[in-house]
């Protein structure tokens, strides 16, 4: 009977000292660490300009991302209550207030759908108007942003956004 004892207490003082070593090696292995180097910077930066063809007074609207990263974009188009405003796609354009917003994700290297201004007034209008009217176009961008269910969030100081989904 002591020999069985004294064997289960061995088993037991063996068991337990293993996994004392064990332990202590497997918390070395998942909390050990180090620093990792690199020489390759990344900068990710949505930048877009605006291209505005003039013809006869109208203008063709379009924005172009010249940066490395995806950006949301709208545009507000600043004239007369006898401007009307066209696009080549409807569908990629959405009004909202003051602006609109292309409704897509405007990718690296990559321009909008065109928006077409046009001054549609009648011979006195024009003649009230004059040669020095301009059609003031104003654009802004920001970096997309997404949150839930990868839809791209809104950017800080805007009213509103489509529902963009990154593609």
Do not use: C
């Not at 050990?32 to 930066?45: E, M, Q, R, S």
């Not at 950006?71 to 696009?87: A, E």
Request: hydrophobic content about 40%.
């Amino acid at each position: 009977m002591k020999s069985a004892k004294r064997k289960m207490l061995t088993a037991l003082v063996t068991a337990v000292l293993l996994l004392m070593t064990s332990t202590g090696a497997a918390f070395a292995y998942f909390s050990d660490y180090d620093i990792g180097y690199a020489d390759l910077a990344l900068h990710l930066k949505g930048q877009t300009v605006i291209d505005e063809q003039i013809h006869e007074g109208d203008k063709t609207i379009s924005i172009k991302n010249t940066g490395n990263a995806a950006v949301v974009t709208r545009v507000r188009i600043i004239g007369t209550d006898m401007l009307k405003i066209t696009f080549d796609d409807q569908s990629d354009w959405e009004q909202h207030g003051d602006f609109y917003y292309y409704t897509k994700l405007l990718a690296p290297g990559a321009n909008t759908s065109a928006i077409n201004a046009k001054l549609s007034v009648t011979e006195k209008q024009a003649e009230m108007i004059g040669d020095t009217f301009d059609i003031i176009v104003v654009h802004d961008s920001a970096p997309a942003v997404f949150g839930k269910n990868n839809k791209v969030k809104k950017p800080k100081g805007w009213e509103y956004i489509p529902d963009i989904k990154a593609e």
